[in-house]
């Protein structure tokens, strides 16, 4: 990360070419590409009454009016967790000179794709959203109140009760119904907000297990396993082993499960059929004939995996979301149908929320990995793929830096010299508008000196940014986020959307919704 790129002599042709994803398919193909027809039955999910549904499938509707833009056999929806606009430019510098080229110029997989948009993540009630409610939005076509999953407006947080009656169709739960096949990859816990709104309906992102649900709701691990929906899922991927396995149970790696109803879900997964199995670690990862009908249930850690920087240091190992990403491709590209796939970058978000760039970042660039194998594995001609975030994070970049600067590293103006704040210490390019990294620890004296970072290396990969208001745990932010996305139903991401209408542009893409 510490390159000398004055010393670098390119043209900016040869550096453009040298520092980017190339595609195997130009994003000018898609205006010449054959569509795609498909032989399916549009629905009205049970939701479409909603407001917030209705108004979105209107404003999708009339973009498409007057264009072909249907043929999506198979759609691949990609969510890096708190990957805002000010992390997709830090993370496009990280990942150009973690590579030894230029970063400010470098292209990352999922900013080759042709068509963008920005997306408002605000929830029915709040101004700067959670994930549960941005997945659903995403996956549900609606928008719905933080912290609750797969429900509608009208279910209060945390409220067992008031669900009854409130719940969803999924996009995913469509898509089975319609004999797609189905899967869900995630570095987070695969019963945590993102993927579980695919399958799940809770008045409670957090009741993970039966220990957590108050009330007579059914628990987020209990509804994966229970999925009514076709035949269920062929690939469900990720982290969260704990909320599957009882507490008498011992964890493969270390503890226990979290169970108090002495279940085994993944046995009773693996019940029920021949083709069912659940692995839990790399070497059952590699023993997997994904080219085949096996419908896998992978649980590679207790609770999230781990980051993309300390991956290599698990003992009994846990595969890359890039590699993820090529065996649940391979194994739902198996039906002729097509399928429906959601891979998130978890843990984006959580590097984030430890006020530690670094991890935020390689977490990015693990996703754009995963991205391009996406890219190179489908076409454009019948794969709609959509690259976005939940939310953003307080993350900014800013201080003058000159070019080439270590965008983890301290701010030095063009020609040499450091950049000092008004205190006279250094600062990075890198902050947050709060988080644990503030100079005052969020429950102690204030005010407090900010920290001299003369003698510090701020590339550390358990450094914590300054930050302003301290806090425990950095935020979210509430700025739009970008959408950006390739194939059939492409051109329908464009301006500025409501979150809630990328189910829509899905929905009509792929013709599973009326």
């Not at 759609?75 to 997709?88: C, P, Y």
């Not at 430019?89 to 292209?107: F, H």
């Not at 149970?249 to 226990?256: A, I, K, L, N």
């Not at 984030?352 to 660039?365: K, M, Q, S, V, Y």
């Amino acid at each position: 990360m510490r390159h000398v790129f004055a010393a670098f002599v390119f043209s900016l042709a040869t550096l453009a070419a040298a520092c980017s994803y190339v595609p195997t398919e130009t994003p000018e193909s898609g205006a010449m590409l054959t569509p795609v027809e498909l032989s399916r039955t549009a629905v009205t999910p049970m939701q479409a009454g909603d407001n917030y549904y209705q108004s979105a499938a209107a404003a999708v509707a009339a973009r498409a009016e007057g264009r072909k833009v249907g043929g999506a056999k198979n759609i691949i929806l990609f969510v890096g967790d708190g990957m805002g606009i000010s992390t997709i430019t830090a993370a496009r510098i990280y990942a150009g000179q973690k590579r030894g080229q230029d970063g400010e110029s470098y292209r990352l997989a999922m900013e080759t794709l042709p068509y963008m948009a920005l997306s408002k993540t605000y929830s029915h009630d709040s101004q700067v959203s959670d994930s549960a409610s941005t997945a659903t939005a995403m996956v549900a076509g609606i928008k719905s109140r933080s912290r609750t999953l797969g429900v509608t407006k009208e279910t209060a947080f945390s409220n067992c009760a008031s669900a009854e009656g409130n719940g969803t169709d999924s996009l995913f739960e469509l898509a089975e119904r319609e004999g797609l096949s189905t899967g869900i990859v995630s570095t987070a816990r695969i019963t945590h907000a993102t993927p579980a709104a695919t399958y799940a309906e809770s008045a409670s992102r957090d009741w993970e297990d039966d220990t957590s649900v108050r009330g007579d709701c059914l628990d987020i691990a209990s509804q994966l396993v229970a999925w009514p929906e076709g035949d269920g899922f062929e690939v469900a991927m990720g982290g969260g082993r704990r909320h599957f396995l009882s507490k008498e149970m011992g964890d493969p790696e270390d503890g226990t499960g979290a169970r108090g109803d002495g279940r085994d879900l993944a046995s009773e997964w693996a019940a029920k059929s021949d083709d069912h199995i659940a692995i839990v670690n790399q070497n059952g990862f590699d023993t997997t004939d994904f080219d085949s009908d096996v419908k896998v249930l992978g649980l590679f850690e207790p609770s999230h995996m781990n980051y993309e920087l300390d991956r290599a240091e698990d003992a009994g190992g846990e595969p890359s979301l890039e590699a993820l990403t090529r065996a649940a491709i391979t194994r739902l590209s198996r039906n002729e149908d097509g399928y429906l796939l959601m891979v998130e970058g978890g843990r984006i978000d959580h590097g984030h929320h430890a006020g530690n760039a670094i991890r935020a970042l390689e977490d990015t660039d693990a996703f754009d990995n995963a991205v391009a194998a996406a890219l190179d594995m489908t076409s454009a001609n019948d794969t709609l793929v959509i690259v976005t975030a939940d939310h953003s994070h307080t993350l900014t970049l800013a201080g003058y830096p000159q070019r080439n600067n270590p965008i983890l590293g301290k701010v030095v103006y063009p020609g040499g010299t450091p950049a000092m704040g008004g205190d006279g210490k250094p600062y990075t390019s890198l902050g947050y508008a709060n988080g644990p990294g503030a100079a005052c620890p969020p429950d102690g004296p204030i005010p407090c000196p900010r920290g001299d970072l003369t003698d510090v290396d701020t590339t550390a990969k358990d450094f914590r940014q300054q930050a302003l208001v301290p806090m425990g745990s950095e935020t979210h932010a509430g700025e739009d986020v970008a959408v950006f996305a390739r194939g059939p139903g492409a051109a329908l991401i464009a301006g500025v959307i409501e979150q809630n209408e990328i189910f829509h542009v899905m929905g009509h893409a792929s013709g599973l919704v009326e």
